[in-house]
């Protein structure tokens, strides 16, 4: 046996799992089963590559086993194993890219609290070990080489011996710290705890996760195994999809669509992505979770990554699953990969042609889609203009055309009249009071239909947003509405002259009160109305901006 010394990074860092008082304990089960699935993963793929391996393949899995009495948890796997030199330099010495600067960050992090969440972001892998247990013991053989046994307390040295008979692959066995909630340690000799945390992490693992019950017997399969986004499409059920998209998104309900894609190339991805039946509750609130899920090689990475989703189809549900991402993926670092920007930009393409798909295909999920979703949607005609057009494309709107039915902007431009140059809209609080605004009188009288637009977002967009493919949108509460004729402009000036005194006279009179007045054109069965200036704000926004203490 001999004793071996952790190079100096690999001690810093177990000294910082020995002491940590980060909160969430239970990844390590995380890091250990994904080492053991990939594993597994290379032992495959090795036997394939090379036909005189010696090795058993003919049932891979990974077992867990749990000992009350002496307070041991053992992941075992049967996969590839390593070598004593293996040991020595993957397991005593820290070579992995991202640690160095998690090292640094470390350094920097004066605080305590923030050094620990750290270990979050980055990822620890098999030293996490070391956060729940007080000593860890691993046995394993490469299928070229002789039984290795590594044991550590996680302070400054190892030993390492050379064992006869190990079984192939590893086992790493855990002598547990003793459960203390106040540390954020469960009693990992729960098998019930166990269960819990592999699902929660590792469900989707298409290995067989095997763990016998606390009272004996057989082991059983307590992963589901169905990573549904890895199976051919056409050999997935619908049932399974719902139950699968229940599983994500804790709703009952059906979802409205589902999304399958996958990518090849560079960087390798499957997505399987749901558009829910209904709006949550909380579509609206800041702190409202539960987006698209990333996982890396079937292990669950993160929730809600945002990086992955724009914040206008937050509602989107699913699971995207790279290949070619560390476990140890942080945000910070998804944020700047461009890959990441890539994938991004081909799901929300994605989702909004479905969308555009269903509009086609099936009108009554369109509605159901846009009676649900269509305000939040809205946002992204501000914060994604490289796909305003693609949003516009699938947006519909009230309008005076019809009183029930919402019309798209296609349909609108379809009735347009021959010589009419914009889409002509109004914002307001209701229907009702759009539709009773002196406004709306003179454009109803020559016919002309107008979108009828009373979500608060409206507001914003309209002010961003030039046009549909040629056609300009125009207020008509802002202005002039130019509906006139040359004969009647004519017309016009003639009246303006005849009535020069009377509105100079009254300009003057509520000075106080308006910039201007002005003989319209735009009435005809009220005597007046106040119009804002091109530049105004409209009397909704003005409110949103008094509420607000502007
Ligand atoms: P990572 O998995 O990110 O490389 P870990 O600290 O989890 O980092 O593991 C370090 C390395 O040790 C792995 O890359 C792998 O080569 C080796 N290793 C860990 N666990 C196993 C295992 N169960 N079987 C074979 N090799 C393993
Ligand atoms: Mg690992």
Same mark, same amino acid.
């Given at each position: ?16 799992? &020995?002491?940590?008082? *980060? ?18 993963? !290379? ?17 891979? =899995? ?25 040991? &020595? ?29 750290? &270990? ?20 394993? +053989? ?6 290795? %046994? ?6 400054? #040295? ?9 079984? $192939? ?5 855990? =002598? ?11 009693? *990992? ?15 989707? &693992? ?39 998209? +229940? ?6 309900? !059906? ?39 990333? *996982? ?39 944020? $700047?990969?461009? $890959?990441?920007?890539?994938?991004? +930009? ?24 846009? +009676? ?38 296609? $349909?609108?431009?379809?009735?347009? !009249?021959?010589?009419?140059? =914009? ?15 002196? =406004? ?28 549909? !493919? ?47 007045? %002005? ?20 009397? #909704? ?10």
């Amino acid at each position: 046996m001999e004793t071996l010394e952790f190079q100096s990074e690999a001690r810093q860092l177990l000294r910082l799992m &020995i002491h940590s008082v *980060y909160s969430n304990k239970d990844t390590f089960l995380r890091e250990l089963v994904s080492n053991a699935s990939d594993a597994l993963d !290379k032992l495959r793929l090795e036997t394939f590559r090379d036909k005189d391996l010696v090795a058993d393949t003919s049932d891979l =899995h990974v077992a867990i086993e749990v000992d009350r009495g002496a307070r041991t948890l053992t992941i075992r796997d049967n996969g590839i194993g390593m070598t004593r030199e293996d040991v &020595i330099g993957l397991i005593g010495t820290i070579a992995k890219s991202g640690t160095a600067e998690f090292l640094q960050k470390l350094k920097e992090s004066q605080d305590a609290a923030a050094s620990q969440d750290l &270990i979050g972001q980055f990822g620890i892998g098999f030293y996490s070990s070391f956060m729940v247990a007080d000593k860890v013991t691993l046995v394993t +053989r490469h299928p070229r080489a002789e039984g290795v %046994r590594w044991e550590s307390t996680g302070e400054g #040295t190892y030993t390492i011996e050379d064992v006869e008979d190990a079984p $192939q692959g590893t086992s790493v066995t855990l =002598h547990l710290k003793p459960a203390d909630p106040e540390d954020h340690l469960a009693d *990992y000799t729960s098998t019930a705890k166990i269960t819990e945390i592999v699902k929660r992490y590792a469900d989707f &693992i298409t290995w067989p996760i095997r763990m016998a019950k606390e009272d004996g017997g057989e082991p059983t399969t307590i992963n589901s195994r169905k990573a549904l986004w890895a199976r051919p499409a056409s050999e997935v059920t619908e049932d399974e999809y719902a139950e699968f998209y +229940r599983h994500v998104s804790h709703d009952w309900n !059906k979802p409205l669509e589902t999304i399958r894609m996958h990518g090849e190339g560079v960087f390798e991805y499957q997505a399987l992505l749901f558009i829910p039946s209904q709006a949550p509750l909380d579509l609206f609130l800041r702190e409202r979770k539960r987006g698209v899920q990333l *996982y890396v090689k079937r292990v669950f990475i993160m929730e809600d990554c945002e990086e992955l989703m724009p914040e206008y189809l937050r509602f989107v549900k699913g699971v995207v699953d790279a290949q070619d991402l560390s476990l140890n993926v942080s945000r910070e670092l998804l944020q $700047q990969d461009r $890959q990441i920007q890539l994938v991004r +930009r081909r799901l929300v393409k994605k989702v909004l042609s479905t969308v555009k798909g269903l509009m086609a295909d099936k009108p009554e999920s369109y509605a159901t889609f846009w +009676r649900e979703f269509g305000t939040a949607v809205k946002e992204g005609l501000l914060s994604d203009p490289d796909n305003r057009d693609a949003i516009l494309d699938i947006a519909s709107f009230a309008s005076t055309a019809d009183p029930e039915q919402p019309t798209t902007l296609a $349909q609108y431009v379809e009735r347009m !009249k021959d010589d009419q140059q =914009h889409i002509y809209y109004m914002t307001g609080d209701s229907r009702a009071t759009v539709e009773n605004s002196p =406004h709306l009188e003179a454009l109803r009288a020559k016919g002309f239909e107008v979108l009828i637009l009373t979500d608060p977002i409206d507001e914003m967009w309209v002010d961003a947003v030039p046009g549909f !493919k040629d056609k300009v949108f125009q207020s008509i509460a802002k202005g002039q509405v130019d509906l006139e004729t040359e004969e009647e402009k004519a017309q016009a000036g003639e009246r303006q002259k005849d009535f020069a005194d009377f509105l100079a006279w009254m300009t003057t009179t509520l000075t106080d009160k308006v910039k201007e007045v %002005r003989l319209s054109s735009r009435l005809t069965t009220s005597p007046a109305c106040v119009v804002g200036d091109a530049h105004d704000l409209t009397p #909704t926004l003005e409110k949103m901006y008094r509420a607000m203490g502007q």
